[in-house]
């Protein structure tokens, strides 16, 4: 059931030693909400901290964080990533940062945990760096959009 469990239910890393080379993609999401303060601080436009502007930072942050993916999951395969992409939609209003991690390369499998892995380092960033107002930060519903290539296709509905 499980891709990572071998015959008696032990770790193992899936062999994608016979699997061909295809074009791979993913998105994921991450939402950042903020309390009140930062709220206020973001109408008046981008956050800079003492470590920088609070989204440059969040994004390259985000994108070192998908580049190591491998290195922070367990029996992740390294994959060369095509490309990284984070955009970070600041809503002041409804004080909720959306972050977005798209990911492309050519390999033998696929980049989701690439994509759920920037998104994610992104809005830990975010809320490292804006700590110091409020730890009233809340990060949630982090989840995969959509991916290509490989076996399937899938798209969050």
Not at 41 to 52: F, M
């Amino acid at each position: 059931m499980f891709s990572h469990l071998d015959a008696q239910n032990r770790p193992a890393m899936v062999d994608v030693g016979d699997k061909a080379v295809t074009a791979r993609t993913a998105h994921a999401v991450a939402t950042v909400t903020l309390p009140g303060e930062l709220a206020a601080l973001l109408r008046d436009g981008e956050i800079a901290t003492k470590k920088g502007p609070l989204f440059h930072t969040a994004i390259l942050a985000g994108i070192m964080g998908a580049k190591r993916t491998s290195d922070l999951i367990p029996l992740c395969h390294p994959l060369p990533l095509d490309d990284c992409k984070i955009e970070i939609d600041a809503d002041a209003a409804r004080a909720d940062v959306t972050i977005h991690c798209r990911v492309r390369t050519h390999g033998k499998t696929g980049v989701e945990m690439e994509a759920l892995t920037g998104a994610t380092v992104a809005a830990l960033t975010l809320y490292d760096m804006a700590k110091a107002v409020s730890h009233g930060i809340v990060i949630k519903d982090v989840h995969l959009v959509e991916k290509t290539g490989g076996k399937s296709d899938y798209r969050a509905l």
